[in-house]
């Protein structure tokens, strides 16, 4: 009998769309940084799968997001997150795009209403409490009625003050955490250089950050944060002009672009110096905020479902320019990604000249159905990364026409071999992108990996840039990282733009590259996915490439962020006889391939034996400090309960399911202060 015969047609369609929904949903999240449901729309749509495959247990799958997201939600708990309801609800609000969506809100407000206006900053939304001074909660805004508690990493960003004097004895401010364009453009260049995906726009980059599990790499990344409402008992003033000027005082992070507007023609006048101006900020924004500035008012005028009445969003239209794409070329990464770029007629866009954009992958190209020839709109994401957005069908006229009519340009596809050596492209299942697997043959791939090879994170060798690389490539000196060792004066100085001087500075930087530690040499292998950060936390773990080497995929995946996909990238790596070969001569070379710390790193037996859970959010170290303290005392870290745990290091905020566990096995919970105690 067929399967799904034993159902009725609407539920086995339902499971289906289901479980595929929420893998999406997953990979946006977890992956992409790029939410598309609420936690209650996940949270409700599990539940519902959960019902359903209960009730007709002849669709079990173990690849169904019942089966293994568990797992996920249960990583992300053990992040310490708290789960809080809002005091207040946090809403959105309503969004207008035109002075005369403005004029019909202001008709409906009482009449000589002062208005104040203020940027509305692209970041992720954040409600901070604090009881007596102190800063104790920082809440996400969740679905509106509850937030995950981020507490550890909003006490990274410096502008957010942890303790403040005679401020109300409770106070909720509330504002924006933002990851400034500097910022941004850094940490995509470094996704890039491992090929990791982008993040879109620094507000995705915020949210990714915030809710990543070590301290340590958020407050690396720098994020920063403005605040704009005040909520509490007790508080100053009446109006919010006033309230936030205070709170400007009393030492929160408050714009100086605010003001108090009496008409509309104000409010334009306002409007009109930030669509400029904006582009002079170092953080991103999308538009104005109007607020009523009397607090009776705002309180009279209420609420709806969503937003508030008081309050209204003027979103600043994206500057887009019609422009001809002229031709699609493709570039192929050190870790073999072929990723196509779209050659455009030059256009003015945000004050300066676009010619160039980058097309992602394939599947973007198919899904704007894009041919050489078209007419296409072009935009700055974020007022910086220039992106296609639409094809104009208006003079485009082959949109007309059976699609494989070429009146504009050749239907597209994309290459099925590399532009550079002629290898067979492959595409991985799950990927979107087309990639070359001829890593030992192919030119940009050679030459990325010497490039990311040398780099400052890496081996930092001073000379030898990527001019001096291609250099060094096309005279044959150069076809592997090892290579670099074998280069000797007179080859160097016998090439064009170079000489003794500079041959000697090369060989000096090489030479002191051979003291660079064995978390930054892990790094400078270019192991797909393997960047800074994983590269010390592995490195932190095996402390040999020896021992890296023979490592599992289960020992592997133990270590906080290294999932699958890394850890088979890491196997993959040293099942290649070339990488090994190069990985040896490295070695005799006099590169560091071990951790060198002098002599035994733990500092005492208090610990030995005993298996640790941590859990919850800590006031005097980092959980990753108290890894490393557990490890430097003979100590093991654990990540569940189990009844061969010794005790679990408790902080605040402790998984409840940890807890529950603990207690039903009877298994010890110590504060933070008892640790410490324990280690003196």
Known sequence: MDLFSQIEAPEREEIIALRKELEDA??????????????????????????????????????????????????????????????????????????????????????????????????????????????????????????????????????????????????????????????????????EEQEEPLFANPRNAASGTLKLLDPKEVKRRGLTCFLYYMLGENLPADNHFDRMQTAK?????????????HSLDEVN??????????????????????KVNNLKQQQALGFTAKTPRWAIAYKFPAERQLTKLRRITYQVGRTGVVTPVANLDPIQLSGTVVQRAT????????????????MVWVEKGGEIIPKIVAVEPSVSPRRYRDVTETLNGAEFAFPTTCPECGTPLVRMEGESAWRCPNESGCAPQQIGRIVHFVSR??????????????????????????????????????????????????????????????????????????????????????????????????????????????????????????????????????????????GDTRLSDALEGKSIVISGTFAHHSRDEYKDMIEAHGGK?????????????????????????AESLGVPMISEDEFLAMLQ
């Open 269 to 290: 006048d306002f409007i009109r110096y930030w669509d400029t101006e904006r582009r002079n900020l170092p953080v991103a924004t999308d538009g104005i905020v109007l």
């Open 457 to 598: 994170k890496a081996m930092n060798i001073d000379g030898l840039g990527e001019e001096t690389i291609d250099l060094f490539y096309r005279e044959g000196l150069l076809r592997n990282i090892a290579d670099i060792y074998d280069l000797r004066k007179e080859d160097i100085a016998r090439l064009e733009g170079l000489g003794e001087k500079s041959a000697d500075n090369i060989l000096a930087g090489i030479e002191a590259s051979k003291q660079v530690p064995w978390s930054r040499v892990l790094f400078a292998l270019g192991i797909r996915m393997v960047g800074e950060t994983t590269a010390k936390k592995i490195a932190r773990r095996f402390t040999s490439v020896d021992t890296l080497q023979w490592a599992s995929k289960e020992e592997l995946t133990a270590i906080d962020d290294v999932g699958d996909q890394i850890a088979e990238n890491i196997i993959a790596y040293f099942l290649d006889i070339k990488n090994l070969e190069i990985v040896n001569r490295l070695r005799q070379a006099g590169v560091t391939m071990e951790d060198l710390s002098t």
């Open 26 to 191: 997953n990979y946006r999240y977890y992956v992409l940084n790029m939410p598309t449901l609420s936690d209650r729309e996940f949270d409700e749509k599990m539940r519902r799968l959960q019902d359903l495959e209960a009730q007709y247990p002849d669709m079990a799958d173990k690849n169904s997001p019942t089966q293994h997201v568990g797992s996920d939600l249960a990583k992300k708990s053990d992040k310490g997150f708290e789960q809080v309801v809002h005091r207040y609800p946090m809403l959105s609000l309503a969004n207008s795009y035109s002075l005369d969506e403005i004029q019909d809100w202001l008709r409906k407000l009482p009449t000589d209403v002062e208005i104040v206006c203020e940027l509305k900053y692209d970041g992720l939304s954040i409600s901070l409490w604090y009881e007596n001074g102190y800063l104790t909660k920082a809440v996400t805004r969740g679905d509106g009625q509850k937030g995950d508690n981020v507490i550890d990493n909003i006490k990274t960003i410096d502008a957010i003050p942890r303790y403040l004097n005679d401020i109300p004895s409770n106070l909720e401010m509330r504002g924006e955490v933002l990851l400034p364009w500097e910022n941004f453009e850094r940490l995509n260049r470094e996704r």
């Open 249 to 261: 005082k009393w030492g929160f992070p408050v714009s100086d672009a605010i003001k108090v507007c």
């Open 359 to 374: 097309l992602h992958n394939e599947d973007f190209i198919r899904s704007l159905g894009l041919r050489e020839g078209d």
């Open 637 to 661: 870290n654990v990540g569940s309960v189990s009844k061969k745990t010794s005790f679990i290091l408790a902080g605040e905020n402790m998984g409840p399911e940890k807890r529950k566990k």
